[in-house]
């Protein structure tokens, strides 16, 4: 059966597939009916127990526990088949494809796939092996009546249903972009890690049929295929599902960070009317965080448009022209500039307002140039030769 990697690995490998499987829980009590899901759930939990039953402790407790010797060789090659099956039922599930075809590709991938795992119980019965094989069973028995059609078959079923799903997610993955491709790739390199699996288990039964010892492929170097392939199959069902979700999470936190010089000179503007919220960081989903930080920037500017000077604006606009800033970077630079202007006056000389009533306050549409020009040379000048309001406008 297995070996190689020790018992360790393959409960770490089992062990991670169960807990994707409990997150999974929830969402198919919630939604019993829905077949995606259903398969999902039954793959992993599938991997979960071929990784736990195939440890060499594991195979030697259910020899143990059964009372027959070597039973634990059909118990590992029907789980195994099993989640071929719903490996490649999985895929039928997600691919997009007309229903009618998909009813009727699942029907005939679960048929296929419970005649396999029936056919490996009824050859075990049949056959005979008296003697324990905990590591070499394919090799010791590669001769032997009835067990060795029950290995072609459990090693063709999962080889097979590899390569339909190599072939499935490579030709979908041609059609997708982000997470879900670089899932499907990665789901591609597992199924060719499977078919590895079964290629090299194959040869080593059929040099046993022409005489010939290459047993080592079975208990040093399958078994290292088998564990790889576990993690990145794993990985690659579980990212498309997660991509999306961490993507928003990092571009979240991304524009707060780039908002940050913004929030610093606005985060103290008094705001009549507004309601403020500042809800915990480390219990608030960032993209939360996000909304709750843009809407006091914009209370905080729409309270500053009484104090906002359009010639402020105007002279920090020529500046950063002659410094030959692209326009977009010349608009944010000088409502940056007004804007700093307007927090000081309205901070100094809060009765002095500013007649703008026929001007817009500030013409960047989006925050996130305008905090980022606050950094600026243009406003930096601005500052430092104490360009202000007061002394840019008429008294």
Same mark, same amino acid.
């Given at each position: 059966?297995?070996?190689?990697?020790?018992?360790?690995?393959?409960?770490?490998?089992?062990? @991670?597939?169960?807990? $994707?499987? !409990? =997150?999974?829980?929830?969402? &198919?009590? %919630?939604?019993? *009916?829905? #077949?995606?899901?259903?398969?999902?759930?039954?793959?992993?939990?599938?991997?979960?127990?071929?990784?736990?039953?195939?440890?060499?402790?594991?195979?030697?407790?259910?020899?143990?526990?059964?009372?027959?010797?070597?039973?634990?060789?059909?118990?590992?090659?029907?789980?195994?088949?099993?989640?071929?099956?719903?490996?490649?039922?999985?895929?039928?599930?997600?691919?997009?494809?007309?229903?009618?075809?998909?009813?009727?590709?699942?029907?005939?991938?679960? @048929?296929?796939?419970? $005649?396999? !795992? =029936?056919?490996?119980?009824? &050859?075990? %019965?049949?056959? *005979?092996? #008296?003697?324990?094989?905990?590591?070499?069973?394919?090799?010791?028995?590669?001769?032997?009546?009835?067990?060795?059609?029950?290995?072609?078959?459990?090693?063709?079923?999962?080889?097979?249903?590899?390569?339909?799903?190599?072939?499935?997610?490579?030709?979908?993955?041609?059609?997708?972009?982000?997470?879900?491709?670089?899932?499907?790739?990665?789901?591609?390199?597992?199924?060719?890690?499977?078919?590895?699996?079964?290629?090299?288990?194959?040869?080593?039964?059929?040099?046993?049929?022409?005489?010939?010892?290459?047993?080592?492929?079975?208990? %040093?170097?399958?078994?290292?295929?088998?564990?790889?392939?576990?993690?990145?199959?794993?990985?690659?069902?579980?990212?498309?599902?997660?991509?999306?979700?961490?993507?928003?999470?990092?571009?979240?936190?991304?524009?707060?960070?780039?908002?940050?010089?913004?929030?610093?000179?606005?985060?103290?503007?008094?705001?009549?009317?507004?309601?403020?919220?500042?809800?915990?960081?480390?219990?608030?989903?960032?993209?939360?965080?996000?909304?709750?930080?843009?809407?006091?920037?914009?209370?905080?500017?729409?309270?500053?448009?009484?104090?906002?000077?359009?010639?402020?604006?105007?002279?920090?606009?020529?500046?950063?022209?002659?410094?030959?800033?692209?326009?977009?970077?010349?608009?944010?630079?000088?409502?940056?500039?007004?804007?700093?202007?307007?927090?000081?006056?309205?901070?100094?000389?809060?009765?002095?307002?500013?007649?703008?009533?026929?001007?817009?306050?500030?013409?960047?549409?989006?925050?996130?140039?305008?905090?980022?020009?606050?950094?600026?040379?243009?406003?930096?000048?601005?500052?430092?030769?104490?360009?202000?309001?007061?002394?840019?406008?008429?008294?």
């Amino acid at each position: 059966m297995t070996a190689g990697p020790g018992d360790a690995v393959y409960y770490a490998c089992g062990t @991670t597939l169960f807990l $994707v499987c !409990v =997150l999974k829980l929830p969402a &198919l009590l %919630r939604r019993r *009916r829905d #077949p995606l899901l259903r398969s999902a759930f039954l793959l992993l939990l599938a991997g979960g127990c071929i990784m736990f039953l195939a440890a060499p402790d594991s195979i030697v407790a259910v020899n143990r526990l059964s009372g027959t010797t070597n039973f634990a060789a059909p118990v590992v090659y029907a789980t195994l088949i099993a989640y071929s099956g719903a490996s490649l039922l999985l895929i039928i599930h997600w691919r997009p494809a007309p229903p009618e075809q998909t009813r009727r590709a699942a029907f005939w991938c679960v @048929t296929v796939y419970a $005649v396999a !795992v =029936l056919a490996v119980f009824v &050859l075990f %019965r049949a056959g *005979r092996t #008296p003697v324990e094989q905990i590591t070499l069973f394919d090799a010791y028995y590669a001769r032997t009546p009835y067990i060795r059609e029950m290995i072609v078959t459990y090693l063709v079923a999962h080889g097979v249903a590899a390569l339909a799903n190599v072939v499935l997610c490579g030709r979908w993955s041609r059609e997708v972009r982000g997470s879900l491709r670089a899932g499907l790739w990665l789901l591609v390199a597992a199924y060719l890690l499977h078919v590895s699996y079964d290629v090299t288990r194959l040869v080593a039964v059929g040099a046993r049929w022409s005489g010939h010892d290459l047993d080592f492929l079975i208990d %040093r170097v399958s078994p290292r295929f088998a564990a790889l392939s576990a993690f990145l199959g794993a990985l690659g069902f579980t990212l498309p599902l997660v991509g999306p979700r961490v993507a928003r999470t990092t571009r979240a936190v991304h524009q707060l960070r780039r908002l940050t010089p913004l929030w610093r000179v606005l985060r103290d503007v008094p705001t009549p009317g507004a309601v403020r919220s500042s809800p915990p960081w480390w219990r608030t989903p960032p993209a939360m965080l996000l909304t709750s930080r843009k809407t006091a920037l914009y209370d905080a500017l729409l309270a500053l448009t009484p104090y906002c000077d359009p010639a402020v604006r105007d002279l920090a606009h020529r500046a950063a022209l002659r410094r030959r800033d692209a326009k977009v970077s010349a608009a944010a630079c000088a409502d940056a500039a007004m804007i700093v202007a307007a927090v000081a006056r309205q901070r100094s000389d809060p009765e002095r307002l500013h007649d703008s009533t026929n001007t817009s306050a500030w013409r960047s549409k989006d925050l996130i140039p305008l905090s980022l020009a606050l950094a600026s040379p243009v406003v930096q000048d601005l500052l430092a030769h104490r360009r202000a309001p007061a002394e840019s406008s008429p008294s």
